[in-house]
């Protein structure tokens, strides 16, 4: 089942720049709905390809994926945020974590009578949280999107519900579970620093029947901007990690192929515009994670996530 963002930006991706130009200005200029502008990454080059190599890498350890639904006008939210740290440092850093922060949530409007503020609002987020069933209460919180045992579904309020999920995932201590798919990403930001080519290996260690996803995402750590805490101040000085800049694939992956055979190598090559006098390159990493299909009614469970520093 593909939605209706994946197959727009399939089709986007095979038309004429120009005409891409023409399509985005009548598109943004003609709605009337405000929200913040979604940044379509993957119009920049690409390319892909895929072979078969004798020379097995080691499987690499699971890195689980924390995805963090969260507001800048969410009390609860700092809390969360320091749970999600604590819980990733308590398994050598074993889970990474995605914040994102959903739009048409009153939770999530940025303070625009503050000065410093940004709008970390994404429609991506808001799709995401429509697939996996959540309420509108924030944080909402979900681990490798797979589903809660205990709580009978996939995102709950709280990090610590899925401490001992994580523990199941990427294994305890001297028992570490690995990934049947490694992945493995070269970052090369171009001298004048407005554009970074990211190379992305997938590498199958053990054979994948499903049909794989791909889904890389431009985070960044260490943002300053007002985040209400759980006294009903705001703080003004509020230090953000971890915050979602853009998705580079599509909202819900790229397909790469099905049935990975050991020695599968899938190479995705990306060449992306960033934007230093709006970030700071050297808190700025790609997130890259493969995945099932997502799907509202069937598993779309991440197998294995990976980050790297563009600078």
């Known amino acids: 089942m593909k939605f209706s963002n994946q197959i727009f930006l399939e089709k986007i991706n095979f038309m004429p720049r120009k005409l891409i130009y023409i399509f985005l200005f009548v598109s943004i200029f003609s709605s009337c709905r405000e929200e913040p502008p979604l940044i379509y990454f993957n119009l920049f080059s690409g390319s892909d390809s895929t072979y078969i190599t004798n020379n097995i890498p080691k499987a690499q350890n699971r890195n689980s994926l924390m995805e963090d639904y969260t507001g800048v006008r969410c009390a609860n939210c700092p809390d969360a945020h320091d749970a999600a740290k604590n819980l990733a440092n308590s398994h050598n850093g074993r889970m990474n974590i995605l914040s994102m922060h959903p739009t048409d949530n009153l939770l999530t409007k940025p303070y625009t009578t503050i000065a ?6 994404m429609v991506q987020a808001r799709d995401l949280l429509g697939v996996f069933g959540s309420d ?3 944080p909402s919180i979900g681990l490798d999107r797979i589903v809660n045992s205990s709580k009978k579904k996939f995102l709950t309020n709280s990090v610590g519900d899925w401490s001992s999920v994580l523990d199941a995932q990427v294994g305890l201590a001297n028992s570490e579970k690995t990934t049947p798919l490694n992945i493995d990403i070269v970052n ?6 407005d554009s970074l080519k990211i190379t992305c290996f997938i590498t199958a260690t053990s054979n994948v029947s499903d049909s794989v996803y791909l889904t890389l ?3 960044e750590d260490s943002i300053t901007n007002p985040q209400e805490n759980s006294l009903g101040d705001v703080d003004t000085f509020y ?3 971890n915050v979602a800049r853009g ?7 790229t397909y790469l192929k099905t049935n990975f055979i050991v020695g599968r190598v899938y190479r995705k090559q990306i060449t992306i515009p960033v934007y230093p ?3 700071k390159l050297n808190n700025c990493k790609i997130l890259a994670f493969v995945h099932r299909a997502v799907n509202t009614n069937s598993n779309s469970e991440i197998w294995h996530s990976v980050t790297k520093k563009v600078k």
């Not at 410093?116 to 609002?121: A, I």
């Not at 090369?188 to 620093?193: G, Q």
């Open 277 to 279: 006098n709006n970030w």
């Open 188 to 193: 090369e930001l171009k001298p004048s620093n």
């Open 247 to 253: 998705f580079i694939t599509s909202t819900y992956g």
């Open 239 to 241: 230090r953000h990690n």
């Open 136 to 138: 509108r209460n924030l």
């Open 116 to 121: 410093g503020n940004e709008d970390f609002r």
């Open 217 to 219: 995402v431009m985070l």
